[in-house]
């Protein structure tokens, strides 16, 4: 069956970076993408962005093009989200979820089980 | 870049009762998708390209639409359904509030 798993909460300074990494199993890796959402408390679904498990294209929304970066390593079907700059209004829930290879947010049908990430001072 | 805008922003019906919800593109676009979320819960996929229903989906959600205007409905409503909706191209709509009457 489709998984996907999330490393675990983190608590982070003001300044500081995070990354956060999502373990695929039960489908072949590379014929899919991995889409990353957030959800600050209290707060909307924010998409962040997409990347290509087949050709590594990654597309990021405008919000989050400056401080983003998302990869993928096909060797042990895991993609990763590092933020940096981490501001206090980048606590939030991270999510990944599987989706098209070739189509950024066409379906996310599998979703991890989401990531805390708290920044405070 | 392109902003989804949903209506209403909250909805109160009863159980039995059809929900219509809207997700308004400020520009055209190609392809749609529905989320439901539950609190303390991950996103589940409804709909995808518009109308077509993700794979466990019960057959009472249906999407519709083209271009920049796109409706979830729900023709019969379920206790389990009153969550929040999210429509998604690229960008996430603000949600819809499904509450009960």
């Known amino acids: 069956q489709v998984q996907l798993v999330q490393s675990g909460a983190e608590m982070k300074k003001p300044g500081a970076s995070v990354k956060v990494s999502c373990k695929a199993s039960?489908?072949?890796?590379?014929?899919?993408?991995i889409t990353w959402v957030r959800q600050a408390p209290g707060q909307g679904l924010q998409w962040v962005g997409w990347?290509?498990?087949?050709?590594?294209?990654?597309k990021y929304a405008q919000k989050f093009q400056d401080r983003v970066t998302m990869t993928t390593d096909i060797s042990t079907s895991t993609a990763y989200m590092e933020v940096r700059s981490l501001r206090s209004d980048d606590t939030a829930v991270y999510y990944c979820?599987?989706?098209?290879?070739?189509?950024?947010?066409?379906?996310?049908?599998?979703w991890g089980q989401g990531t805390q990430v708290s920044v405070s001072s | 870049e392109i902003v989804l805008t949903q209506s209403p922003a909250t909805l109160s019906l009863s159980p039995g009762e059809r929900a219509t919800l809207s997700c308004r593109a400020s520009q055209s676009v190609d392809y749609l998708s529905w989320y439901q979320v539950r609190p303390g819960q991950a996103p589940r996929l409804l709909i995808y390209a518009a109308s077509r229903r993700a794979t466990g989906i019960p057959a009472r959600f249906s999407g519709s639409g083209s271009g920049t205007d796109f409706t979830l409905t729900i023709s019969s409503l379920e206790p389990e359904d009153f969550a929040v909706y999210y429509c998604l191209h690229r960008r996430f709509g603000q949600g819809t509030r499904l509450e009960i009457k």
């Open positions: 990347i290509s498990a087949s050709n590594g294209v990654r």
């Open positions: 039960g489908y072949t890796f590379s014929d899919y993408g």
């Open positions: 979820a599987r989706d098209d290879r070739y189509s950024a947010a066409w379906f996310a049908d599998y």
